[in-house]
């Protein structure tokens, strides 16, 4: 399972929302 920069920013995104 590779991680874009796209995904990986996206992930820490959302765990930021929280």
Do not use: D, G, K, W
């Not at 874009?4 to 930021?16: G, P, T």
């Amino acid at each position: 399972m590779r991680m874009s920069r796209y995904q990986a920013e996206a992930i820490a995104r959302e765990l930021s929302t929280i």
